[in-house]
């Protein structure tokens, strides 16, 4: 197996790449990495190409001798780059894939904003036969091309595919910055565009922990999922006859009840409620099939997730850096 992986310095790829490095079942393995910002570091087993996927060169050099492609390369609501990256280079890494004699598998990690994830409202649980609902924006727009664009080449050309579509992805401390009312909050929701100024400040001065209503006027439920529980779906579908031409959700079995995450914090660290009213939506992730047909589950749950975020410790050599917002 040569598996070129687009998207190895982010997040998800640097907790991927490592795992699969050292599963026993991948020991032949090599890896090819196209870098246009970070560099991954080159050993025996791992080759870099620098470039843009929207360099049919680069694409071509990289996919030489490549059996799996693992696609996370993306950009966030960049109109400049969203078609170069999810467009222009998708269609160059399919177009290589297709002519490839030996080409197996085709995996793309997608995300829950195609169905609108807490923006839009579903009467019933997301499922992965659910019609494409995304929010305005070209990053939802752009991911819904990537998947679209995946199927088409199953069904004109007989490529293989796997989809993984995830919602918001955490690691270490993540969720904790998440609920923060600072100036260091992690993506979203936009604080600013719910409460006034004072408000936040007060609620950031008092430490207090965000409860978040949804639309319903009840605690809101969110997915996640976390980089750990992803990874592992990934090297399980990876290959894997179950995986062929199938999309899957990967999220936590119940999504984050921001009333359950408030008490925790609050029994637990003494962080009182700030109740915060929003046009916010529950929704189920329904990541059934990925648990019948992969035998894939997920071990974070929500007290997992706050945990794991607030006794994460920082060294020195570690700061806190956010490469991409969420």
Not at 10 to 32: E, M, N, T
Not at 212 to 220: C, E, M, Q, R, S
Not at 227 to 246: Q, Y
């Amino acid at each position: 197996m040569q598996l070129l992986i687009t998207g190895a310095t982010g997040k998800v790829g640097q907790a991927f790449l490592p795992r699969f490095l050292a599963d026993p079942r991948l020991a032949d393995a090599s890896v090819v990495c196209i870098c246009n910002n970070r560099m991954v570091e080159e050993t025996p087993r791992v080759r870099a190409v620098r470039g843009s996927i929207g360099d049919p060169a680069v694409v071509a050099s990289a996919m030489h001798g490549t059996t799996h492609v693992l696609h996370m390369a993306t950009v966030k609501e960049d109109p400049v780059h969203a078609m170069d990256v999810s467009v222009k280079g998708m269609f160059l890494l399919l177009e290589a894939a297709r002519r490839a004699p030996d080409f197996h598998q085709f995996m793309l990690i997608g995300g829950d904003c195609v169905v609108g994830h807490c923006i839009v409202q579903h009467e019933a649980p997301v499922t992965e036969t659910t019609p494409f609902r995304p929010y305005p924006g070209v990053y939802a727009l752009s991911k819904v091309l990537e998947e679209t664009m995946l199927v088409q080449y199953g069904a004109q050309y007989g490529l293989d595919w796997t989809t993984l579509r995830a919602p918001w992805i955490m690691e270490k401390d993540d969720f904790r910055y998440v609920l923060s009312f600072g100036p260091d909050q992690f993506g979203g929701p936009d604080w600013d565009g719910m409460i006034e100024p004072a408000e936040r400040g007060a609620h950031h001065a008092a430490g207090r922990a965000p409860l978040i209503l949804a639309a319903d006027g009840l605690p809101l439920k969110r997915n996640f999922v976390h980089v750990d529980d992803l990874v592992d779906a990934m090297l399980l579908a990876l290959g894997n006859p179950a995986a062929s031409r199938a999309l899957f959700n990967i999220a936590m079995t119940e999504p984050v009840d921001y009333g359950v995450v408030a008490d925790h914090l609050k029994a637990t660290r003494g962080m009182g409620p700030a109740r915060i009213a929003s046009a916010l939506h529950s929704n189920l992730l329904d990541n059934a099939r990925a648990r019948l047909q992969l035998g894939w589950t997920p071990k974070v749950d929500t007290i997992g997730l706050v945990e794991r975020a607030f006794t994460y410790a920082r060294t020195a050599a570690e700061p806190r850096k956010v490469w991409y917002v969420g």
